[in-house]
């Protein structure tokens, strides 16, 4: 009797420690079932998909507050013609939502001996929003200032700005809009860069969003 009871308590015993070490075993396995789960959804980015959380992720350039998209032209521009002049190609295919919808010379300024005088006009597809662009060149400042001021003086409606034209931080001419005396809904920008004059044409906001992103 007493080595049955041996026997019965030395096999209870190893029944323990088993039970004892499946136990060890189950909780180990738990623990690090926890903590991977911890990891990945607490963790930054651990288990994060590429896509997953694009609506949050700011665009390009840094801001974390979205801008609004730019505008892009839903028609297409005009080619420039064969032989094109220095200052033709230097004048935008697209200038924000406005495309190039024409180009021919012009003879307005003549007086002024111009080496180049053009006219253009640029559409978004609308045409209340079309604006016209006339633009000429000459060989000295002080030549394109002149003309500048000249056309400045003709100018009767009421200013709505002005100010200096600057290329790279360096002043290179001056620009004043006033508004259209043939129609109060219209404005005229006039500026002068180096030796290239502008006169622009159109309703007020579409010329005023024209100015601002025309690159000369």
Not at 34 to 40: G, H, N, P, Q, W
Request: neutral net charge.
């Amino acid at each position: 009797m007493p080595d049955n009871k041996l026997n019965l308590f030395e096999q209870s015993s190893q029944s323990v420690v088993v039970r004892r070490r499946r136990l060890t075993v189950v909780i180990a396995i738990a623990v690090v079932v926890i903590l991977t789960l911890f990891s990945a959804f607490v963790w930054p980015h651990w288990a994060t998909k590429s896509g997953v959380s694009s609506q949050a992720a700011p665009e390009s350039g840094g801001s974390a507050h979205p801008s609004r998209p730019a505008t892009k032209p839903t028609i297409k521009a005009q080619p420039l013609p064969q032989g094109a002049t220095d200052l033709m190609k230097a004048m935008p295919d697209t200038v924000g939502s406005h495309v190039r919808i024409n180009l021919e010379s012009a003879g307005d300024w003549t007086a002024s001996s111009p080496l180049e005088e053009y006219s253009m006009s640029y559409s978004t597809g609308a045409a209340t929003k079309d604006v016209t662009l006339h633009v000429a060149q000459w060989s000295q400042d002080d030549d394109a200032n002149k003309q500048y001021s000249s056309l400045l003086s003709s100018l009767a409606g009421k200013e709505l700005a002005s100010g200096k034209v600057k290329v790279s931080g360096k002043e290179s001419g001056s620009y004043v809009e006033k508004t259209d005396t043939a129609d109060t809904k219209k404005a005229i920008i006039l500026w002068r860069n180096a030796t290239v004059v502008f006169r622009l044409e159109g309703p007020t906001a579409a010329v005023e969003s024209f100015y601002k992103d025309f690159p000369l």
